[in-house]
């Protein structure tokens, strides 16, 4: 009723409830079809003449039908019978109406449950476009991290969650003897569709589907592994027709030869960004950057977007070590027993049968990538003009 009276159209499970409700002023999926829900906010994000005409048409109805003024009057009624004391005075309506409005706990979980995975549905659709969701992470990710690429971008570090983004970044950034300004951890392919659109040198990282989709689930245990999938092989789907505008680097070369892929980003673009040399000296310091990001120190993350120098954060790490903050296990970037425990709880999880066809879709994509990682910049641009016709067949499947 709140998007209606502002004259907002907006995108519901078709409930009879809701239909009831709203009239024109909501476009319906399909109960519980989080993939329609995704379409219709796409088409209405697309649409400026029928959103302003779904929105109109439900502020007529709130001013028409559902404002208090023409509903007291019948509701009053429905109270007063509940009680059974029809000439119960009007503060008792208060009470009846918070009993009525209250619905079983496990019928608030289940829509709680169904509204964040169509929340993930959206945001994965949403995040392969430029120009819906980079002007939105402008205005919710201000910084200094995450950081939207933009006019002083000097390089593009990005990928899907949980692939070494925060490694690489600490690495890149520790090996400078100034600060990049580096556009990383949206964990969105408008990001990278925008870069290479830009000409600015970017850099795509990916992990085995496995490995990514468990650690993600540790971290985020409400998300739903089918979902998970579907983000995953979605993200470097879309990225396959701007492969030549980036080079891929993999988990296991980026954790342990990070110094190769940074001479290949130099080979492909002309730059002379310093390779990472890892020597323990070397990974204990960006080891124990990783371990206090989550403190969230603002010197730490502008450090990452290349606003603060090597002296600054180390003074700043050094402060951080005194002050002995302790994180909520979930919350590590670090890898830790208790979290390969958790991965290997879900391993059985990952084998199931339905999830057959979305674990091949994910695999496929994660063996284009590696390929693409070990190939020229001619090979590159043949393959993602191969690749568009493989990436919409790919991608029209279900998870």
């Known amino acids: 009723m709140e998007y209606m009276a502002f004259a907002l159209p907006f995108v519901a499970f078709d409930l009879p409830e809701t239909r009831q409700l709203a009239g024109e002023a909501a ?24 959103r302003a005409q779904m929105g109109q048409a439900g502020r007529r109805r709130v001013e028409e039908t559902i404002a208090w003024e023409n509903q007291e009057g019948p ?11 029809p000439d119960a005075p009007r503060q ?8 009525a409005a209250t619905a ?35 205005r919710k990710y201000p910084g200094p991290s995450p950081q939207v690429v933009g006019a002083d971008t000097e390089l593009l570090i ?43 040198p970017a850099l795509v ?13 540790v971290r985020e245990p409400n998300v739903v592994m089918a979902d998970a999938l579907y983000a995953y092989a979605r993200f470097y789907e879309s990225l396959l027709p701007y492969a030549e505008g980036f080079v891929v680097g993999e988990f296991a070369e980026v954790t342990n030869d990070f110094a190769a892929v940074v001479r290949r980003v130099n080979q492909r673009f002309g730059t002379d960004f310093v390779p ?11 080891f124990a950057l990783i371990e206090s990001r989550g403190a969230l120190s603002p010197v730490q993350l502008g450090f990452e977007s290349g606003l603060v120098s090597r002296e600054e954060v180390r003074a700043e790490l050094e402060r951080l070590r005194h002050r002995r903050a302790t994180l909520d296990t979930k919350e590590a970037w670090m890898p830790s027993e208790q979290r390969q425990a958790a991965k290997e709880a879900l391993a059985e999880r990952w084998q199931q049968p339905q999830l057959a066809s979305a674990r091949e879709r994910a695999r496929r994509i994660y063996t284009i990538f590696v390929q693409l ?27």
């Open 205 to 217: 990282l990916i992990r085995e589907p496995r490995a990514t989709i468990l650690s993600q689930l």
């Open 276 to 286: 990472f040399v890892a020597t323990e000296e070397n990974l204990r310091e960006c």
């Open 75 to 85: 509701y009053l009624t429905i109270y007063r019978r509940l009680l059974g004391t």
């Open 104 to 138: 079983p706990a496990p019928v608030r979980d289940t829509l709680s449950h169904t509204r964040a995975r169509a929340r993930l549905r959206v945001r994965t659709r949403l995040a392969e476009s430029p120009r819906l969701y980079l002007p939105f992470a402008r």
């Open 158 to 200: 990005e990928a899907y969650t949980r692939c070494a983004t925060t490694f690489a970044v600490y690495a890149l950034q520790l090996a400078q003897e100034r600060p990049v300004r580096l556009a990383h951890h949206l964990h969105a392919p408008a990001q990278v569709i925008e870069a290479v659109r830009r000409g600015i």
């Open 27 to 50: 476009a319906y999926a399909p109960r519980g079809d989080v993939d329609a829900f995704a379409d219709l906010l796409d088409d209405l994000l697309n649409d400026g003449e029928l």
């Open 92 to 99: 008792s309506v208060g009470v009846a109406a918070r009993v």
């Open 373 to 399: 990682s070990a190939r020229s910049d001619g090979d590159r641009a043949q393959w993602s003009a191969r690749s568009d016709g493989d990436r919409t067949q790919g991608s029209s499947g279900q998870p």
